[in-house]
């Protein structure tokens, strides 16, 4: 079945450690997410990826840092920069821009708890 | 940025009841996406909405693209306990825009 994948599904870390989370899909989808969710808000845009090697910041990007290198994957690194890293962290997806209005699919999510 | 103020926050309804949500923007959209959050798990798309006016429904849900384009109403039908989680709606001011607001979400509880 064609999906979203995020792993760990809970990722303990200890502070000033930094940590990867996991998305690959094989939707063939062009564009692809992070969102960071927090208790009580809504989704928000950390970076955001429309091709291959190309990635944009979104409206919370600090502390964070991506690659894409490849279709399938877009990795997600907490820094210890990230002063506040405890959240629930969505990958998402959709197909190219030239699926204009196309919807995000989501992954299930990593619980990331920082102590 | 763009707000998208999601009201109620929560709500909670007998089984067999109907439930109204909405969601308000101070800037007009061109999409409006409803999303269902169950605990632990992402969001999934229930219904998508691209032009004014437009009324769609899936099963039990009906959601409306308003005439203003700054609001969206989602509305379910004899509730059922499966019914449960948080629902979330999110727009796009223009097909081209890479960013999808979210709203705060609405968390239904279902009394049974």
């Known amino acids: 079945d064609g999906g979203i994948t995020q792993s760990p599904k809970y990722l303990f870390r200890k502070e000033g450690q930094n940590v990867t989370l996991s998305c690959e899909q094989n939707?063939?989808?062009?564009?692809m997410y992070w969102y960071r969710q927090d208790p009580g808000q809504g989704l928000r845009l950390i970076y955001y990826s429309q091709i291959v090697n190309d990635f944009q910041k979104g409206d919370i990007a600090e502390g964070y840092s991506v690659s894409r290198e490849k279709k399938e994957s877009f990795p997600l690194t907490v820094t210890s920069a990230q002063k506040n890293p405890t959240a629930f962290y969505l990958c998402?997806?959709?197909?190219?821009?030239?699926?204009?209005?196309?919807?995000?699919?989501f992954g299930n999510g990593t619980r990331l708890t920082v102590t | 940025g763009q707000q998208l103020n999601q009201s109620p926050q929560s709500m909670f309804i007998q089984e067999g009841e109907d439930v109204s949500m909405n969601c308000t923007s101070s800037s007009i959209f061109n999409t409006w996406l409803w999303y269902k959050q169950e605990p632990g798990e992402g969001p999934v798309l229930l219904i998508a909405l691209y032009k004014a006016g437009e009324l769609t429904s899936n099963g039990r849900l009906t959601a409306q693209f308003g005439i203003t384009r700054k609001d969206s109403f989602l509305n379910i039908s004899a509730s059922i306990p499966s019914d449960v989680g948080i629902y979330f709606c999110?727009?796009?001011?223009?097909?081209?825009?890479?960013?999808?607001?979210f709203g705060t979400g609405t968390r239904l509880t279902i009394i049974p």
């Open positions: 998402a997806s959709r197909p190219h821009l030239s699926s204009l209005g196309s919807p995000l699919h």
């Open positions: 939707l063939n989808h062009d564009a």
């Open positions: 999110a727009g796009r001011t223009n097909f081209g825009n890479e960013k999808l607001t």
